[in-house]
C-alpha cells in the first residue's frame, strides 16, 4: 500500500518549481508556479520566475507581464515593509534588468545599513581586532543588518 502524498510547503513548492524548470521540465514548474501565485497573489518570486520561465519559451510579451507584475509586488511589498531586504534587493535586480537604472539606484540609496553592535566590551573587541590582524585579516570588522 502506498502512502499518501503529502502537502508542500510554499516554499519546498517553490523549490521544486525552481528544480523543475532547471531540469527542463517547464511544463511542471509553470503549473507549480501558476498554482504559487493563485494560493498567495502577492508572491513576487513566482511572478519572476514564471516570468523567466515565459521567456525561455519565447513569450517576450507574457514575460514582460509577469516581470512588471513581480515588480509592482515588490514595490507594494517595501511599502508596507520598508525595511526587509529580500523584496528590495528583487525589485532593484528586476528594474536593472528592466534598464530602469535611476529607479533601482533610488531604491538602493534608501537602504540604510545599521551597525550591529558587538555583544562586548570596546576592549574585547580591540583584542579580537589585533588578533584578526595578527592572522592577516583587514584591520576593520563591520557587521550590517541590511
Do not use: W
Amino acid at each position: 500500500m502506498s502512502e499518501p502524498a503529502r502537502k508542500l510547503s510554499l516554499s519546498e513548492a517553490f523549490n521544486l518549481a525552481r528544480r523543475c524548470q532547471a531540469d527542463g521540465g517547464l511544463e511542471d514548474a509553470r503549473k507549480i508556479y501558476e498554482r504559487l501565485l493563485t494560493l498567495v497573489p502577492q508572491h513576487g518570486e513566482a511572478a519572476t520566475m514564471l516570468g523567466s520561465l515565459a521567456y525561455q519559451r519565447g513569450d517576450d510579451i507574457h514575460g514582460d507581464a509577469l516581470v512588471d507584475k513581480a515588480i509592482e509586488i515588490y514595490r507594494t511589498q517595501l511599502h508596507a515593509h520598508p525595511f526587509k531586504p529580500a523584496p528590495r534587493a528583487s525589485l532593484v535586480n528586476l528594474l536593472l534588468a528592466r534598464g530602469l537604472v535611476s529607479e533601482a539606484e533610488r531604491y538602493v540609496g534608501e537602504l540604510e545599513l545599521r551597525l550591529n553592535p558587538i555583544r562586548s566590551s570596546l576592549e574585547g573587541f580591540v583584542e579580537r581586532q589585533q588578533a584578526g590582524m595578527q592572522r592577516g585579516l583587514p584591520p576593520i570588522v563591520i557587521n550590517t543588518i541590511p
